[in-house]
Every structure is written in structure tokens, then in C-alpha cells.
């Protein structure tokens, strides 16, 4: 008889944008007209093209591999020399961050890697997570098996949720038990809420005292304009004994289906065996990469070594301006409709309170409905989501537009 991993049934539901998809779906199935006027807010997609430095790029390679002289099979899993060193040098050694070209990991996703870093991470670990919190945290650890199951509220049993609210402006207060892990993501997803140094500084020395590791997902630092808010964790001293941090080139280079991130992890990160020594986790994700994972693709690589490049950094810088600019719109149009409204400065995300008696998903169903316009509903990011939903800045200027006008039309 074969057995199934019994800890995928603990799982509430659809993973919340598959369920999202169905209930779209749905309306547009029983509304074709409404249909047509749809606009998506909900998925964090980017709409604009991929800058002209990455097509011209991806021409070149893909020319090199029409030639046996200059053709690429299998590359290092570790992604290759070339865009390592440029991503060590230009995200970290240009910003005086100590972090060598061989500390750095390409991967197809920072969500895959946010995945399967547990891998190389014990069942022991005591986890601890934002609320509300990008559901790819809770979901692989309930898949591994770390947590037990949820109560009627959808949180885990064996999770420590750190709340995230107006009142501490959506960066939680310093666990006082101890824990292992803890995820932090900033600019967050999805409060849009960025985290300042010295937060982040009260986080490293808890990390420190407590022998944590830091898992901090800055898949949208791209979007921070604030120069006193950090792009990379290591900005803080003593993050590289105590964190490991995950990027991508999805929201700055437009990479969501191109698929090209990477992930730091020092070598001077240690963890604890179960007979209490300590040892280097570089080289066990090294050998994770190199056993699951046969690298991305020579063609992408060199498209993601594009954004680099002084024409590449200013297409990207670009495209930031628009999506921020999008976010603008956005944010005062849901202002103007009188609803309270966070985030959408340093980030692509706003983060929306409902009206008072209205549920998150009450509230997808009535923009949906009425505005035929797409949003999250904050309930599916975790308990403190309740009472909010996220409205994505990716889409055109013209959408922005009109959805700021079709919020400021609706009713409560």
C-alpha cells in the first residue's frame, strides 16, 4: 500500500489565489458582460513588458545556443559565474555589503526558495511568522509537517504568530519566548508596511542572543524610495551570523514568467545539530542545489544579468516609477472613497480596512460584484488579515485609474 504525506490534509482549503481564481471565474461565467469590464488587483503580476536590455539579451543568448561553439547544456546549479558576481557586486559590495559571489544562490523563485530552505532545517524548530503573513510561510511548513492543525480561525497549532496592526504600523513587537526561525518580509507583502533600521537592528541582536536565523524574503526592496529604510538585511551589522535573505527579479525586471531570483546565505550562518554542534548551513544548501535542482537556464541568466547593465537599470527604475505611480493613484482614490488605506509608498501593495461589518471576503464579493474590479481579501493572509484586503498597483495606468474611480463610486 502507498501512503500519502497525511500533513497536506491539514491544509484549509485552496491556497487563497486558486480560490480567488474559482470565484472569479464563477462571476464571469454568470456576469459576461460585467466580464468584460474585469480588472485584476488581486495577484501581485506585473503587466508591462520586460525592459528592451533583457529582449536584446535574451535574442543574444538564444542565438548563442543556435551555434555548438557557443551553445550551453546543463549550468552550475548555483547559477553561473557571471550573474552571481554581478549581483554580489551591484546589491551588496557597491553598498559596502560583505557578500562574496559564491554566497549567492540563482533559483527560478524566491516563493520556491522561501519553500525550500526547510529542507535543510529542522522538525525541532519553533517557527514564528507575521500575521498577517504571505501564506507560502504557513502553507510549507504545515506541507513539512512542522505544525499541527488549525483552529477555526485558520492559525496552526505549534506556530508563534507575531500580529501585525495599525498600532505598531504592521512590524511586530519582539517575541519575548524564544524561537528558531522567524520570517520576516519588508517592503511586506501584504501590508505594503516597510520595517526601519532600527527595527530591524532589535531583530539581528534578538537573533543573536537567541542562536534564530532570520528568513527575510526583500522581494520588493526595488520599491523602497525611503533612503532611510534598508534594502538588504545585511545593511544591518551582525545579520550575516544570523539571516538568510531571498530576492527576486519578478517585481523590479518584470521576471513573474520569466523566472530568475536568488538567495544569500553566508557562510558564516550556523545552525545547531541535534547533538548541539554547530555547522555552516552554506554548504547544505549548496548540496540541496546541486542534488534537487538543475539550474535555471543560460538564456534567463543572461536576461538577468541585462538588469544590470547602466540601459537595464534605468529600464527597472522605470518600471518602479510606474507601478509606484500606479500605487499613488490607487491610494487616493480609496482615500477620496473614504476607506482607511496603509501602505502603497515603499511598496506596490495597499492595504485596505473594510468598512465597519464587513468581512474581507464580503468585501471581495462587493468590489467584485459592483466596481467588477478584483481585490485579496485580508482574511487569506492570516486572523489579522480580517477586516482588510490588498489592492496590487500592477496593472497600467489607465486600469489604476479607473479602478480609483469605480472605488470612489461604490456604496457601503
Known amino acids: 500500500m502507498a ?76 547559477g553561473y559565474e557571471f550573474l552571481r558576481r554581478a549581483i554580489a557586486q551591484n546589491d551588496y559590495r557597491d553598498r559596502g555589503l560583505d557578500i562574496a559571489d559564491d554566497e549567492i544562490f540563482v533559483s527560478d523563485g524566491s516563493k520556491c526558495d522561501c519553500a525550500n530552505i526547510l529542507d535543510i532545517l529542522g522538525h525541532q524548530n519553533k517557527i514564528a511568522l507575521l500575521d498577517p503573513v504571505y501564506p507560502v510561510y504557513v502553507d510549507t511548513n504545515v506541507m513539512a509537517g512542522h505544525t499541527g492543525p488549525a483552529d477555526e480561525s485558520g492559525s496552526y497549532k505549534e506556530l508563534v504568530y507575531l500580529p501585525c496592526t495599525p498600532a505598531n504600523d504592521f512590524v511586530p513587537e519582539i517575541p519575548k519566548d524564544k524561537v528558531d526561525l522567524v520570517y520576516l518580509c519588508y517592503p511586506n507583502n501584504p501590508t505594503g508596511a516597510t520595517a526601519r533600521r532600527e527595527q530591524l537592528a532589535a531583530w539581528i541582536d534578538y537573533a543573536l542572543k537567541n542562536k534564530t536565523i532570520l528568513l527575510y524574503d526583500a522581494a520588493y526592496e526595488a520599491y523602497i524610495s525611503d533612503p532611510q529604510i534598508p534594502h538588504s538585511i545585511y545593511e544591518i551589522p551582525g545579520a550575516r551570523e544570523c539571516a538568510i535573505e531571498f530576492r527576486s527579479f519578478s517585481k523590479n525586471g518584470g521576471f513573474t514568467g520569466t523566472r530568475c531570483a536568488f538567495t544569500v546565505v553566508p557562510k558564516t550562518l550556523l545552525a ?62 480609496a482615500q477620496a472613497a473614504g476607506l482607511n488605506t496603509f501602505g502603497g509608498v515603499n511598496a506596490p501593495y495597499l492595504w485596505v480596512q473594510t468598512p465597519e461589518g464587513v468581512t474581507s471576503w464580503q468585501a471581495f464579493d462587493r468590489i467584485l460584484r459592483d466596481a467588477n474590479v478584483v481585490i485579496t481579501p485580508g482574511s487569506g493572509f492570516g486572523s489579522k488579515g480580517e477586516g482588510f484586503f490588498r489592492i496590487s498597483a500592477f496593472n497600467s495606468r489607465a486600469n489604476a485609474v479607473e479602478v480609483a474611480r469605480r472605488l470612489q463610486a461604490l456604496k457601503w
Not at 540601459?311 to 522605470?318: R, W
Request: charged fraction near 25%; hydrophobic fraction near 35%.
Open 3 to 78: 501512503y500519502l504525506n497525511d500533513h497536506y490534509l491539514k491544509l484549509k482549503s485552496g491556497y487563497l489565489f486558486p480560490e480567488i481564481a474559482r470565484r472569479v471565474k464563477v462571476f464571469c461565467d454568470q456576469n459576461p458582460v460585467a466580464a468584460k469590464r474585469l480588472i485584476r488587483c488581486g495577484i501581485g503580476d506585473v503587466t508591462e513588458p520586460l525592459p528592451p536590455a533583457v529582449i536584446t539579451a535574451l535574442h543574444k543568448a538564444v542565438d548563442e545556443m543556435s551555434k555548438r561553439e557557443t551553445f550551453h547544456g546543463y549550468g552550475p546549479e548555483q
Open 272 to 333: 545547531s545539530t541535534s547533538d548541539g554542534r554547530f555547522t555552516s548551513l552554506h554548504p547544505l544548501w549548496l548540496r540541496r542545489s546541486t542534488t534537487k535542482f538543475n539550474a535555471v537556464s543560460y538564456i534567463v541568466q543572461r536576461a538577468a544579468e541585462a538588469l544590470y547593465t547602466p540601459e537595464g537599470e534605468a529600464q527597472v527604475k522605470a518600471l518602479i516609477e510606474h507601478y509606484l505611480g500606479n500605487a499613488k493613484v490607487l491610494r487616493e482614490g
